[in-house]
């Protein structure tokens, strides 16, 4: 367990696209926890005047800017995932600002609170060592199939537009070897928030790494 921030446990919580993640954040929430999304921070810090867009327009040319200024992300990512190369030059200009704003967004919320739980929820969590901060790392996993449908229907992508997202990310065997806990997404809605349920009050207790 880490040493500094004790009065307030922060865990971190990341799945494969499609996997279910913020289904699961949104229920700690629900229950209490104080949620921080790295893709909200991520998204705002490429809008137009933000931190991270004058560097990333640099690194990626105007083919990737709309009509009216903006970052196509839909073109930028199309970029990114079909060249490992261009990713990892993507993470490396946002996610050291996104790790500063979670904790930053933490810190205010949570500095006078003895008790509260931070819950983090990230997709590149093992990718970007963020999980060695943490108290206690949770990964949400489904069927690949399971996750391929679920994008398919929710962003409107072919099945090889999915793939080629999942391919770049850390295989989920990897991923679960690093998790403290494991949330199994292959069934209801109502099946999740059991699970998140019961992990919420072993949290509460002062349960992290075992």
């Known amino acids: 367990m880490t040493t500094e921030h004790r009065q307030y446990l922060k865990i971190g919580l990341t799945g494969g696209i ?6 699961a954040a949104k229920r700690f929430l629900a229950l209490g926890a104080r949620v921080y999304h790295a893709d909200e921070i ?28 903006t ?8 970029i990114v ?13 946002i996610h050291p600002y996104v790790i500063d704003e979670l904790f930053a967004r933490a810190e205010q919320d949570l500095a006078d609170e003895e008790n509260g739980i931070a819950i983090f929820e990230v997709p590149l969590l093992f990718e970007s060592g963020l999980h060695e901060k943490m108290d206690h790392n949770i990964v949400v996993s489904s069927t690949e199939e399971n996750r391929i449908q679920r994008v398919m229907e929710r962003d409107n992508l072919t099945r090889e537009q999915v793939l080629s997202r999942i391919r770049a990310q850390m295989p989920e065997e990897e991923k679960l070897l690093l998790a ?8 209801s809605a109502e099946d999740l928030h059991c699970q998140v349920d019961a992990l ?11």
Do not use: H, W
């Not at 919420?200 to 075992?210: D, F, I, P, S, V």
């Open 18 to 23: 499609g996997s279910g993640k913020t289904t």
């Open 42 to 69: 991520s998204r705002r810090a490429l809008d137009p005047g933000a931190v991270c867009y004058d560097r990333v327009v640099s690194a990626f040319g105007q083919e990737i800017l709309r009509e009216d200024g």
């Open 71 to 78: 970052i196509d992300r839909k073109r930028l990512g199309q």
């Open 81 to 93: 995932f079909a060249d490992a190369e261009k990713l990892q030059l993507l993470n490396g200009i």
């Open 180 to 187: 403290d806990s494991v949330l199994l997404n292959d069934g």
């Open 200 to 210: 919420y009050e072993m949290l509460k207790a002062g349960g992290t790494r075992a």
